[in-house]
């Protein structure tokens, strides 16, 4: 297609040309000229020409004088240039002492002042040299304003100064002016400066602007509303703020975790029952079966035989099993929980499991085995490795291996298992 254009292109110019040198033959004009005795008699093409000749003549003259200068600025901006590639190279495999030195020689080409400085700075302030990076990020800021705030703000808060940064990025954020980045520095500055209120409030524009992938921002999310939970005073500002969370937020694990754990610290735990059984229901969490669990409450007859009806479905949930292990052993039913939790320890070994399996050692006054299981629970916690159970008495050895479930998605066909 690009050759046909060029080919009509060519046409029309061949057409045009062929027609103006018809028009320019019919009267091709008179130009004279007379300087000081000087006569020049010519045609207006023939004059054409020699202007557009004598303005080549005098740009390749010109040009030709500021080669040697060209030259110097040419190998500036070629040396510049490599310097920031180096630099950013450097500071990607945490070299940032080399990092900062070729990013600050970069930073003289004006071109890439700004980029560079910024880049140097962040260097600095990966290496603990605070200070340097403030120092550059006030270069910086001629060029680049917004950038070397929101970095500033970043180098504040890795620096241990987390009100000082939320106090530098304030003004922005109340205009509504922030960049991506600096919705997630404010977010991060206002949540470990103890600012809660600022905190959640930078979540909206941080998620419209869609900076963070979904993983990375869930986590933000949930540990926000988690430090905001937990620092509710009293249990009806727990259900209050609760209350004012959106629908969405309230179906996330972790912040129903939460809020099951807080509503039970202060005495609430039907409330905290209802909205972990609630989240079961619309989609299984081992997190939340955990939580379960460990609630207090006088029903804990009634929900053994709810968890036991779970545990058709989830035979391999090790979380299941710690939990139905947990409520045996305040049932003080010691062999269904010793089987339930050697399981869940031979799944997905956990330091809850080892604890819960020596309390239940411990009711049967066994001691030794108690202590052993506290023991492996420690060492556990300490990555450090725990001595297996000697086979009890008996001779029986418990069936630990995983259970085959039958799983069908939302057509009813039968999945493959990977």
Known sequence: MKVWRWILLLVIVAALAAFGWHWVAAD???????????????????????????????????????????????????????????????????????????????????????PALLAAAEAASRRGEHGRALEALNQASQSAPQAARVLRARVLRRDGKPAEALALLAPEADKGTLTPGGWRELALAALASGDLRRAREALDPLQKSGALGSRPYAALEAKILTATINAAPDGAALNTLWSQLPKAQRRVPAVIDAYARRAAGFGLILPAMDEVESALRREWSPLLIETYGTLGGDDIEARLRRAEGWYDGHPNDAALLLTLGRMCVRLKLWGKAQQHLQRSLALAPSAGAWEALGDSFAGQDNTEQAQRCYRNALAFIRGEVVDALPPDGRGVRLDTQSIAVEERDQHGVPRLRK
Do not use: K
Not at 54 to 77: E, I, N, V
């Open 28 to 114: 091709p004009g008179y130009v004279l000229l007379r300087l000081r005795g000087w006569r020049v008699e010519t045609t207006v093409v023939a004059a054409v020409l020699i202007l557009l000749l004598a303005w080549a003549l005098l740009t390749a003259l010109w040009r030709l004088l500021r080669w040697p200068f060209g030259a110097f600025s040419r190998r500036h901006r070629r040396l510049s240039q490599q310097r920031m590639g180096d630099g950013l190279i450097a500071l990607i495999e945490g070299r940032h002492g080399d990092a900062e030195r070729d990013l600050n020689r970069a930073s003289r080409l004006d071109s890439l002042h700004g």
